[in-house]
């Protein structure tokens, strides 16, 4: 039985495009005001494809942390260091200064008040700052649907290591085979994997696309909507 529920929150719990694009690209032109050749060689570091204007799959966006994407801005900048890029990218994030978080479900709330009645545990395993996703989900109206939310910076190691999951699971009395992981990138579902976890969902609100998710997966969701009727399918929960 499945008795607690692990999200990744950007591609998963929010729509990762209309959430993340306009907030790269403001971050950009704040940090790098009058040298749009530097900004487009920052963006396309960071995984923001200078043709298409998309993220690419597995982009440091989608899959690393904010400390990882400023530690490849940094030499590009001089006089910055990247704990002091890191922490002003968690500020404007902290401060949703992009166009605002876009959930991945139309009533966000609504969707894990029923997996809450179910009696599911639910929690948040991010590379975004702990404090990000908390206004995050707050901005949606979901952070008290929350029993667990573990940043980058939480001190629970990074995915696709075990240690949010394991974290998850310590913090609301379960196993780690009782926990389904949902993300829309290999490092989540392999967090999911290597921590044992009963079920390893993936979805497509994220840059990737099925082929990718689908070797590493239990199954492969177009979005979290579905979640509900998967959990029914399988009779997990």
Same mark, same amino acid.
């Given at each position: 039985?499945?008795?607690?529920?692990?999200?990744?929150?950007?591609?998963?719990?929010?729509?990762?495009?209309?959430?993340?694009?306009?907030?790269?690209?403001?971050?950009?032109?704040?940090?790098? @005001?009058?040298?749009?050749?530097? =900004?487009?060689?920052?963006?396309?570091?960071?995984?923001?494809? @200078?043709?298409?204007?998309?993220?690419?799959?597995?982009?440091?966006?989608?899959? *690393?942390?904010?400390?990882?994407?400023?530690?490849?801005?940094?030499?590009?900048?001089?006089?910055?260091?990247?704990?002091? &890029?890191?922490?002003?990218?968690?500020? =404007?994030? #902290?401060?949703?200064? /992009? =166009?605002?978080? /876009?959930?991945?479900?139309?009533?966000?709330?609504?969707?894990?008040? #029923?997996?809450?009645?179910?009696?599911? #545990?639910?929690?948040?395993?991010? $590379?975004?700052?702990? =404090?990000?996703?908390?206004? $995050?989900?707050?901005?949606?109206?979901?952070?008290?649907?929350?029993?667990?939310?573990?940043?980058?910076?939480?001190?629970?190691?990074?995915?696709?290591?075990?240690? /949010?999951?394991?974290?998850?699971? *310590?913090?609301?009395? &379960?196993?780690?085979?009782? +926990?389904?992981?949902?993300?829309?990138?290999?490092?989540?579902?392999?967090?999911?994997?290597?921590?044992?976890?009963?079920? +390893? +969902?993936?979805?497509?609100?994220?840059?990737?696309?099925?082929?990718?998710?689908?070797?590493?997966?239990?199954?492969?969701?177009?979005? &979290?909507?579905?979640?509900?009727?998967?959990?029914?399918?399988?009779?997990?929960?």
């Amino acid at each position: 039985m499945i008795r607690g529920i692990l999200f990744d929150k950007d591609g998963t719990l929010l729509d990762f495009e209309a959430t993340w694009r306009g907030f790269v690209e403001e971050t950009l032109a704040a940090v790098i @005001p009058d040298d749009l050749a530097l =900004r487009d060689r920052l963006g396309d570091l960071a995984g923001l494809d @200078p043709v298409t204007g998309r993220f690419r799959a597995g982009s440091p966006v989608v899959a *690393g942390s904010t400390a990882e994407v400023a530690a490849l801005w940094a030499p590009y900048l001089p006089g910055r260091d990247a704990e002091g &890029i890191a922490a002003e990218i968690d500020d =404007r994030a #902290a401060a949703a200064v /992009m =166009r605002g978080p /876009m959930a991945a479900a139309p009533d966000l709330p609504a969707l894990l008040e #029923a997996l809450r009645a179910r009696g599911l #545990a639910l929690g948040v395993a991010t $590379h975004d700052s702990e =404090r990000a996703a908390r206004s $995050h989900m707050s901005m949606l109206g979901a952070l008290e649907k929350f029993d667990f939310i573990a940043g980058y910076d939480s001190g629970h190691g990074l995915k696709p290591g075990p240690g /949010m999951v394991q974290a998850f699971a *310590g913090a609301v009395g &379960i196993a780690p085979h009782e +926990v389904a992981m949902i993300g829309d990138s290999l490092h989540d579902l392999g967090a999911g994997r290597s921590a044992g976890a009963g079920l +390893v +969902v993936g979805v497509l609100t994220g840059p990737a696309e099925a082929a990718e998710l689908s070797p590493h997966a239990d199954r492969v969701l177009g979005s &979290i909507v579905e979640l509900p009727d998967l959990l029914a399918e399988l009779a997990l929960a």
